[in-house]
């Protein structure tokens, strides 16, 4: 179970966590669960087409019940299924309780969150998930704010895998551009 965030708002770890998430799902056949978890904006459901996911009830049905099936062996949760219904996150021990059904459906667990700057609730994530991966947007994410982040992250407690360097253009210089 590993959560993917970034330090904005805006900052890419939606469509970072999908590609990850096809990609480890075409090269396995195991089960593989991407969740939605950024509850005020739900970037990840919209990379997919899901407007709207059904609530998360706590009558005695498998996790995965709550999820839509993407591929083969890909399925999406929405916000709903670590949230309340004020958009906000359970409090830890009901995450940890939650991601402890999600760990006996689902090989892998890909959490979407939103950025560190934004709440806390990428660090909250992070505690309870297996590791975590920082985005950092290239030209956009100032290497002061993603350093004040990823600090914020070691005191609490987070382990973090690394980092991704996203929207990182090659630009190819003008004489080399030229002999093409």
């Not at 760990?103 to 609730?121: H, K, M, N, Q, W």
């Not at 005191?155 to 690394?162: D, I």
């Not at 980092?163 to 002999?179: A, G």
């Amino acid at each position: 179970q590993v959560v993917i965030f970034g330090v904005d708002g805006e900052n890419g770890s939606s469509s970072i966590c999908a590609d990850a998430g096809r990609t480890l799902a075409g090269n396995s056949s195991r089960q593989v669960c991407l969740i939605d978890a950024n509850v005020r904006s739900p970037r990840l459901s919209a990379i997919f087409g899901v407007d709207k996911m059904t609530p998360f009830s706590t009558d005695k049905v498998s996790a995965r019940e709550h999820c839509l099936q993407i591929e083969d062996n890909l399925w999406l949760a929405g916000p709903s299924l670590l949230a309340n219904n004020n958009r906000v996150l359970m409090p830890i021990c009901e995450l940890k309780e939650r991601l402890a059904q999600l760990r006996d459906e689902f090989e892998y667990v890909l959490i979407d969150a939103p950025g560190t700057s934004v709440c806390g609730d990428a660090q909250l994530l992070g505690q309870v998930a297996d590791a975590a991966i920082l985005v950092i947007e290239a030209n956009s994410t100032r290497r002061l704010t993603a350093r004040k982040a990823k600090e914020a992250l070691d005191a609490a407690g987070v382990r973090l895998l690394g980092t991704v360097l996203y929207d990182r253009t090659f630009p190819i210089p003008e004489k080399l551009y030229r002999r093409l």
